[in-house]
């Protein structure tokens, strides 16, 4: 997880910001989307590149800061490296999208008040309607839209994703003791 | 190829027409919820089996070969309850629940054969004979159906170009920018009374006289596809299944009001939307359909995508030309209306994506015939996405005026499981919960507003017996009070108090002057806020509080929840034949309510239990029998 440090992170592709704030001409009025590329590239907002990218587009770092904690896409905490959006929608919260969203945090053993594994691989979130209200109650993992779910399919959904993570990239020593 | 002119265009079409109309096509649904349901293997499975058996599959093989058929990836066909679905072109055959193991029968018997493969098609079961209807026209799903905004969802390639102009694609454009002036064009949508379908209704003629009339060296045309009602995905599924008719609605706009650049704001939580807007608009460049000089005509429009971030605020106009501009997106007070001062301090027009989808119909078939459908004041058509308890969840386009009745039992097929209708929820957080009383009203922007609900963006929530509508009402505030900016305080610290007392009537813990509290702060949030967040938010509370008083009641002097949903209103009670006395559940019990000695059944102490529900999980006899609270027995 020491990995995913602003330090590190920054002494290792600060390029990266800078490309991303070309390719959008460092012009303010594309800061939404500047900071939605560096969160695709981070998994979150270093609070270092935040300051960074204010001076760049010659904007006060609050006003950058206030943008980054208004829209609820933007973390300044990092977030998994697969994000679970729960469908709370009304569609979904009338079919019960409240034991889906419990039966998602037991199995990943989260405690109360905290949305992501320590070994920085899942970040669970609540979102208003993806949409799918054909399916309710829905999660997607990523951009992929699971539908009528259950207790039962929670957990066989996210033991496929574990077995994923482990028959992958085993080898950074993050899967811990939830796969069983 | 690019079109220099309006004939080239048209030859164009003409060609086109000719290569899809009437074709043999296998149309597999693309939309989201038949994707979630397996369409990609089902369209895979397909052009397995159609290669194998040499009916190849490819639109350049069919053309000219009117027995090939062409297997097509489609947007949403709207009845994603019984999806996959799959449409048999040009019979009209529709498939539902399609499976991959069913192709092999699907191309067999229907595209060798002619013939219907009987189990897949539509059955309801009507006094105890069972009926079927394998055609789409016929199924009573669609037999109500008026499809102007959908015309082509579900039916062509939203990533082909061709097949959006075999459907007369752009040729609204082309009309628009050659025989007619941009007063013309405001003019005709004038007299079709097109309003404004993201909610408010505000007629979109005059909408763009304003914009037109007001003198500026630069315009926007912004295109609203900032969707973010729960359990709404309207604007979603046209964006996904016909970006073209956004993109032409938006060019017709801006000649009408003099625009020549264009902006899409589309929800974060929309990739695909936002995937299939970009390919379209470089599609429509590459054909010079977008651009300098469109079809030879002097008129250029530039349209880019904007992605929102997750604010729900956003879709309020002045919030939303601030998030394009790159800030928080806060509202702003009106006036002035971003028609003299939007976007970048000019003129702006906002019309949500259904508004600007009727656009190109309306130039290309003309205000009288878009007047034949839906009522004097509200015409056209409205698309609604059916969701909650219904039988067919999913997209539909109605006429406007056709009853609730209609839309929910005809349509939408009733209640889900055989049970009682209760409400429904129309309009979103900002909407009202109407009634049975109201079944019979007609839907239109005036009669719903008369009832206290709002026409809203189309998101339709059905709730049937076992919904709390008090419950209802607090999701609904829990929702707007966590969008809410933050920036006016009645909308800041109003939905606060109102999601506090809710929580407690919910919680079992209300007074009757909490009731009387929440009904005046829901009066003055609705009078008092900056925005249309803030001033429809109260909605839900207000109408549930007129059409559900004893329910609000049950739950604060009987603390009794009808429908069962509310955990507070549970009793727990150790049944003596079955309790061993073993004494685990008072050893769980963290308010310690429960007693008791060895050989003798505990007790639990109702004052006292919190209803957590410890005990029942604790017991390893099945000694412990939640009671609902009824009125009487308390």
């Given at each position: 997880?020491?990995?995913?440090?602003?330090?590190?992170?920054?002494g290792?592709?600060?390029?990266?910001?800078?490309?991303?704030?070309?390719?959008?001409?460092y012009?303010?009025?594309?800061?939404?989307?500047?900071?939605?590329?560096?969160?695709e590239?981070?998994?979150?907002?270093?609070?270092?590149?935040?300051?960074?990218?204010?001076?760049?587009?010659?904007v006060?770092?609050?006003?950058?800061?206030?943008?980054?904690?208004?829209?609820?896409?933007?973390?300044?905490?990092?977030?998994?490296k697969?994000?679970?959006?729960?469908?709370d929608?009304?569609?979904c919260?009338?079919?019960?999208s409240?034991?889906?969203?419990?039966?998602?945090?037991?199995?990943?053993?989260?405690?109360?008040?905290e949305n992501?594994?320590?070994?920085?691989?899942?970040?669970v979130?609540?979102v208003?309607?993806?949409?799918?209200?054909?399916?309710?109650?829905?999660l997607?993992?990523?951009?992929?839209?699971?539908?009528?779910?259950?207790?039962?399919k929670?957990?066989?959904?996210?033991?496929?994703?574990?077995e994923?993570?482990?028959?992958?990239?085993?080898?950074?020593?993050?899967?811990?003791?939830?796969?069983a | 190829m690019?079109?220099?002119?309006?004939?080239?265009?048209?030859?164009r079409?003409?060609?086109?027409?000719?290569?899809?109309?009437g074709k043999?096509r296998?149309?597999?649904?693309?939309?989201?919820?038949?994707?979630?349901?397996?369409?990609q293997?089902v369209f895979?499975?397909?052009?397995?089996?159609?290669?194998?058996?040499?009916?190849?599959?490819?639109?350049?093989?069919g053309?000219?070969h009117g027995?090939?058929?062409?297997l097509?990836?489609?947007?949403?066909?709207?009845?994603?309850?019984?999806?996959p679905?799959?449409?048999?072109?040009?019979?009209?055959?529709?498939?539902?629940?399609?499976?991959?193991?069913?192709?092999?029968?699907?191309?067999?018997?229907?595209?060798?054969?002619?013939?219907?493969?009987?189990?897949?098609?539509?059955?309801?079961?009507q006094?105890?004979?069972?009926?079927?209807?394998?055609?789409?026209?016929?199924?009573?799903?669609?037999?109500?159906?008026v499809?102007i905004?959908?015309?082509n969802?579900?039916?062509?390639?939203?990533?082909?170009l061709?097949?959006?102009l075999?459907?007369?694609?752009?040729?609204?454009l082309?009309r628009?920018?050659?025989?007619?002036?941009?007063?013309?064009?405001?003019?005709?949508?004038m007299?079709?009374g097109?309003?404004?379908r993201?909610?408010?209704?505000?007629?979109?003629?005059r909408?763009?006289?304003?914009?037109r009339?007001?003198?500026?060296?630069?315009?926007?045309?912004?295109?609203?596809?900032?969707?973010?009602?729960?359990?709404?995905?309207?604007?979603?599924?046209?964006?996904?299944g016909?970006p073209?008719?956004?993109?032409?609605?938006?060019?017709?706009a801006?000649?009408?009001?003099?625009?020549?650049?264009g902006?899409?704001?589309?929800?974060?939580?929309?990739?695909?939307?936002?995937?299939?807007?970009?390919?379209?608009?470089?599609?429509?460049y590459?054909?010079g359909?977008?651009?300098?000089?469109?079809?030879?005509?002097?008129?250029?429009?530039?349209?880019?995508?904007?992605?929102?971030?997750?604010?729900?605020?956003?879709?309020?106009?002045?919030a939303?030309?601030?998030?394009i501009?790159?800030?928080?997106?806060?509202p702003?007070?009106?006036?002035?209306?971003?028609?003299?001062?939007?976007?970048?301090?000019?003129?702006?027009?906002?019309?949500?994506?259904?508004?600007?989808?009727?656009?190109?119909?309306?130039?290309?078939?003309?205000a009288e015939?878009?007047?034949?459908?839906?009522t004097?004041?509200?015409?056209g058509?409205?698309?609604?996405?059916?969701?909650?308890?219904?039988q067919?969840?999913?997209?539909?386009?109605?006429?406007?005026?056709?009853?609730?009745?209609?839309?929910?039992f005809?349509?939408?097929?009733?209640?889900?499981?055989?049970?009682?209708?209760?409400?429904?929820?129309?309009?979103?957080?900002?909407g009202?919960?109407?009634?049975?009383h109201?079944?019979?009203?007609?839907?239109?922007?005036?009669?719903?507003?008369?009832?206290g609900a709002?026409m809203?963006?189309?998101g339709?929530?059905?709730?049937?017996?076992?919904?709390?509508i008090?419950e209802?009402a607090?999701?609904?505030?829990s929702?707007?009070q966590?969008?809410?900016?933050g920036?006016?305080?009645?909308?800041?610290?109003?939905?606060?108090?109102?999601?506090?007392?809710?929580?407690?009537?919910?919680?079992?813990?209300a007074?009757?002057?909490?009731?009387?509290l929440?009904?005046?702060?829901?009066?003055?949030?609705?009078?008092?806020?900056?925005?249309?967040?803030?001033?429809?938010?109260?909605?839900?509370v207000?109408?549930?509080?007129?059409?559900?008083?004893?329910?609000?009641?049950?739950?604060v002097?009987?603390?009794?929840?009808?429908?069962?949903?509310?955990?507070?209103?549970?009793?727990?009670?150790?049944?003596?034949?079955?309790?061993?006395?073993?004494?685990?559940?008072?050893?769980?019990?963290p308010?310690?309510?429960?007693?008791?000695?060895p050989?003798?059944?505990?007790?639990?102490?109702?004052?006292?239990?919190?209803?957590?529900?410890?005990c029942?999980?604790?017991?390893?006899?099945?000694?412990?029998?939640?009671?609902?609270?009824?009125?009487?027995?308390?």
């Amino acid at each position: 997880m020491e990995k995913l440090e602003p330090e590190v992170a920054l002494g290792r592709s600060f390029e990266k910001v800078n490309a991303i704030l070309e390719k959008h001409g460092y012009d303010s009025t594309n800061l939404i989307a500047i900071l939605q590329e560096i969160q695709e590239e981070y998994r979150y907002l270093p609070e270092e590149i935040l300051t960074y990218v204010a001076t760049a587009l010659r904007v006060s770092p609050a006003y950058v800061y206030g943008v980054a904690t208004f829209y609820a896409q933007f973390s300044l905490k990092p977030k998994g490296k697969h994000i679970i959006r729960v469908c709370d929608g009304t569609a979904c919260h009338v079919k019960g999208s409240e034991k889906v969203l419990k039966a998602v945090r037991e199995y990943l053993g989260l405690r109360e008040g905290e949305n992501t594994t320590p070994d920085l691989l899942f970040t669970v979130e609540t979102v208003a309607c993806i949409g799918a209200c054909a399916l309710a109650p829905a999660l997607m993992v990523d951009e992929e839209v699971h539908g009528l779910m259950d207790e039962e399919k929670v957990q066989k959904l996210l033991e496929s994703y574990m077995e994923r993570e482990e028959g992958g990239e085993a080898s950074d020593g993050l899967q811990g003791q939830k796969g069983a | 190829m690019v079109f220099r002119d309006r004939k080239a265009l048209e030859e164009r079409i003409q060609e086109l027409k000719a290569r899809y109309t009437g074709k043999r096509r296998v149309l597999v649904c693309g939309g989201l919820g038949c994707l979630a349901k397996g369409a990609q293997a089902v369209f895979e499975k397909f052009q397995e089996v159609l290669a194998r058996e040499g009916l190849d599959w490819t639109v350049e093989r069919g053309d000219g070969h009117g027995s090939t058929p062409q297997l097509v990836r489609t947007g949403c066909m709207g009845l994603c309850e019984a999806g996959p679905l799959v449409t048999i072109e040009p019979s009209g055959i529709l498939y539902l629940r399609v499976h991959p193991e069913d192709v092999e029968d699907i191309v067999e018997t229907t595209l060798k054969n002619g013939r219907i493969v009987e189990h897949l098609v539509y059955r309801e079961e009507q006094n105890g004979r069972v009926q079927q209807w394998p055609f789409m026209k016929d199924v009573p799903f669609y037999r109500r159906q008026v499809k102007i905004v959908l015309r082509n969802c579900g039916s062509i390639d939203p990533e082909n170009l061709d097949e959006y102009l075999a459907r007369d694609g752009y040729l609204a454009l082309a009309r628009a920018l050659t025989e007619m002036s941009p007063d013309d064009v405001i003019g005709e949508v004038m007299k079709a009374g097109l309003r404004g379908r993201g909610g408010g209704g505000f007629p979109t003629g005059r909408k763009w006289q304003f914009a037109r009339m007001v003198k500026a060296d630069r315009k926007y045309i912004v295109c609203n596809g900032d969707e973010g009602d729960p359990g709404a995905f309207m604007d979603r599924s046209v964006m996904e299944g016909d970006p073209h008719s956004v993109i032409e609605g938006m060019a017709i706009a801006g000649y009408a009001i003099g625009a020549s650049e264009g902006y899409i704001y589309v929800r974060a939580e929309y990739p695909l939307a936002v995937k299939r807007l970009r390919k379209a608009i470089q599609d429509a460049y590459q054909a010079g359909l977008l651009g300098e000089n469109i079809l030879g005509t002097g008129f250029c429009f530039d349209v880019r995508i904007k992605e929102g971030a997750g604010a729900f605020v956003c879709g309020e106009e002045t919030a939303l030309i601030a998030s394009i501009e790159g800030k928080r997106g806060m509202p702003n007070p009106r006036p002035p209306y971003p028609a003299q001062k939007g976007l970048f301090g000019k003129p702006t027009v906002i019309n949500n994506v259904e508004t600007l989808v009727n656009v190109p119909a309306i130039i290309l078939y003309g205000a009288e015939w878009f007047r034949s459908f839906g009522t004097a004041t509200s015409p056209g058509t409205k698309t609604f996405a059916l969701a909650g308890k219904i039988q067919n969840t999913g997209l539909v386009e109605v006429p406007m005026g056709i009853t609730l009745r209609e839309l929910i039992f005809d349509v939408g097929g009733g209640i889900q499981n055989g049970k009682r209708f209760k409400a429904v929820q129309i309009g979103g957080p900002s909407g009202g919960c109407l009634t049975e009383h109201h079944l019979d009203l007609p839907v239109d922007y005036d009669s719903l507003c008369g009832a206290g609900a709002i026409m809203g963006s189309g998101g339709l929530i059905v709730l049937d017996e076992d919904t709390c509508i008090v419950e209802v009402a607090r999701f609904f505030m829990s929702f707007t009070q966590s969008e809410s900016c933050g920036k006016c305080v009645p909308c800041r610290e109003g939905t606060k108090h109102m999601l506090n007392i809710l929580q407690k009537i919910v919680d079992g813990k209300a007074t009757l002057e909490d009731l009387a509290l929440l009904e005046e702060t829901a009066l003055v949030v609705k009078d008092a806020s900056l925005c249309g967040l803030g001033k429809t938010a109260p909605n839900p509370v207000l109408t549930t509080l007129r059409y559900f008083r004893d329910e609000y009641i049950d739950h604060v002097v009987h603390r009794v929840c009808p429908a069962q949903v509310c955990q507070a209103m549970r009793e727990f009670w150790i049944d003596p034949e079955k309790c061993r006395a073993c004494g685990k559940c008072a050893r769980v019990c963290p308010v310690s309510c429960i007693s008791g000695r060895p050989k003798v059944p505990y007790v639990i102490d109702q004052a006292k239990c919190i209803k957590c529900g410890s005990c029942f999980e604790a017991c390893p006899f099945d000694a412990i029998v939640i009671k609902w609270r009824r009125k009487g027995n308390a």
